[in-house]
């Protein structure tokens, strides 16, 4: 079983920055890809960022830019550094990994962690 526990959300003045964090523990085997998803309120959950386990990123058009996503591999970490941020980057953000065991992918999710851009 992996645990997520996520930091760093809050409220910030558009045009402000926020770093969002999200560490595994528990049971882990290895950790292949890591990212970020967030869902406002009256919208789906939409893709935000991902990253490899070579760092290699994606990103949402609506993010790029703005957003950058990094992990730390030894300690089992994916960050998400938020600048410029807008009104409509309010939302939960929830992290997720795909912990790869024995050949199976299982993906875990983060409680969420509220993020609030005044305008």
């Known amino acids: 079983q992996v645990q997520l526990v996520e930091s760093g959300g809050g409220l910030v003045q558009a045009g402000g920055s926020l770093r969002l964090s999200c560490a595994a523990s528990?049971?882990?085997?290895?950790?292949?890809?890591m990212g970020w998803y967030r869902q406002a309120p009256g919208k789906e959950r939409e893709l935000v960022a991902t990253i490899t386990r070579s760092s290699s990123p994606n990103y949402a058009d609506s993010v790029k830019g703005r957003f950058t996503i990094s992990r730390d591999n030894a300690k089992n970490t994916v960050y998400l550094q938020m600048n410029s941020l807008r009104a409509e980057d309010t939302a939960v953000y929830y992290c997720?990994?795909?912990?790869?065991?024995?050949?199976?992918?299982?993906?875990?999710w983060g409680q969420g962690t509220q993020v609030t851009v005044s305008s």
């Open positions: 528990g049971r882990i085997f290895s950790i292949n890809t």
């Open positions: 997720y990994v795909l912990h790869l065991v024995l050949g199976n992918s299982l993906t875990y």
